[in-house]
């Protein structure tokens, strides 16, 4: 058996126990209302146990597991789906295949000083590439659990924030656009405050 095999093997008993603890913790913490609760005591374990693997599958945050040297040995599904990849594009690859070849060298940097500290954090913004051949731009939180003896992995969380930088990259540009023009602008809310007024706005007017 190949070590990618084991590793592959090691990951799915990984989020399986991942799912017993969050449903141990949620089961202690708080009554099982929500999912509805079923009669028996097993299939109300078997129904949290579902509820919690429904979360990791549909959860808009990415949760990547890599070993020392970047090797990717778990995606969830949320990653797969909004990159447009299948998993065997993406298992067993080098996750620089698909960061942009300017944002490499920073990561890698942080990837060789990381895996040196146990429990070393680290939080950055990269492009990662979909399968479309677009560049995504990416939050990204990484943690080396190498050393962990349940994880034996760095784990990464990702949100992909292209959509809001876009926005605030077209704020700032409709911002100076106004601030631009020779004529008078305001802005206000459904109750005629004010929330905006432009230089033009503010010379003519005194304030």
Known sequence: MSTFEI??????????????????FRTKRFPISSPPKPTGGTEDSESGKEFF?????????????????????YESPSVMRSMGYAEEDLLGKNVFQFLHPEDTPRVQKLLKEGIKTPDFTASFECRFLRKDGSWRLLDVTGKNLLSHSTVRGIVVNSRDITERRR????????????Q????????????????????????????
């Open 7 to 24: 590793n592959m093997s090691f990951v799915k008993s990984l989020t399986k126990q991942l799912i017993d603890r969050l449903f141990a």
């Open 180 to 207: 631009s023009i020779s004529e008078c602008v305001s802005v206000t809310d459904m109750e005629d405050n004010i929330l905006f007024v432009n230089k033009a706005f503010s010379k003519t007017y005194g304030y």
């Open 53 to 73: 693997q429904t979360l990791i599958e549909n959860a808009s945050d990415f949760i990547t597991i890599l070993d020392g040297f970047g090797t990717i040995l």
């Open 167 to 178: 926005a605030e990259r077209e704020k700032k540009m409709f911002a100076y656009a106004l």
